[in-house]
């Protein structure tokens, strides 16, 4: 079935890497993609990444793709209190089908 | 701003009621789906359409509905409120054409508490 996982929390410190992992079902997924809810807000995108592609940066963001085992990952370098946030991993499995992780609450501690 | 408007904010309402929450997409989108979020359940894709057709369903309660309009907007129509669906109910857009780099934008959400 097509599911897409993520581990509920990470706690970090301000100033440390923070790493959200994500494994999807799909393997014929063509966008990965990582989004970001602040309390009481909308999804907003972060970055995505076509499945061609090992890693894409962006400022503080880095994707890696692993997609032999369909194993996505955000890194966040010098975490800051603001990204404290829930992240969300999501796949477009089909043309209009995109699927969501469960969402990981992330929590930078001063 | 992601483009996607979502309305009411916040609503709050009795069982047994009905109420409508409406989203206008992006301007030149094409698609737009309902997603509901509660804390138990994270985030479940509820309906999807294209231009005015529904293209695809999820986990959508029968005493739920939605369309889409000429002009894009959709609205999404929940009756025979239970405590239940007491949750956050976003709305999102994308092009829609299957193009590359396609992309699915939110809207703020709409609160929804049922008493």
């Known amino acids: 079935g097509e599911d897409v996982e993520q581990s509920l929390f990470l706690s970090v410190r301000e100033g440390d890497s923070s790493v959200i992992n994500c494994t999807y079902t799909d393997s014929s997924s063509t966008y990965l993609y990582w989004y970001k809810q602040e309390p009481g807000a909308g999804l907003q995108l972060l970055t995505y990444i076509f499945s061609n592609m090992d890693m894409k940066q962006d400022q503080r963001l880095t994707v890696l793709l692993n997609k032999k085992d369909k194993h996505l990952s955000l890194r966040i370098a010098d975490t800051q209190t603001g990204d404290s946030a829930i992240y969300f991993c999501?796949?477009?499995?089909?043309?209009?089908?995109?699927?969501f992780g469960t969402g990981t609450r992330l929590k930078v501690l001063a | 701003d992601s483009g996607v408007t979502q309305t009411p904010k916040h609503l709050i309402t009795a069982t047994g009621q009905r109420v409508t929450l409406r989203c206008s997409p992006r301007?030149?989108?094409?698609?737009v789906y309902w997603y509901q979020q509660s804390l138990d359940q994270g985030l479940q894709f509820l309906i999807q359409y294209y231009n005015g057709e529904e293209r695809a369903k999820g986990n959508i309660l029968e005493r739920f509905s939605a369309q889409q309009f000429p002009d894009l907007h959709s609205e999404l129509n929940l009756s025979s409120l239970e405590l239940g669906d007491s949750a956050l109910y976003f709305c999102a857009s994308s092009e829609g054409r299957g193009y590359s780099g396609n992309t699915i934008y939110f809207g703020e959400g709409s609160w929804l508490t049922v008493v």
């Open positions: 999501a796949e477009r499995a089909g043309t209009y089908k995109y699927i």
């Open positions: 301007s030149g989108d094409l698609s």
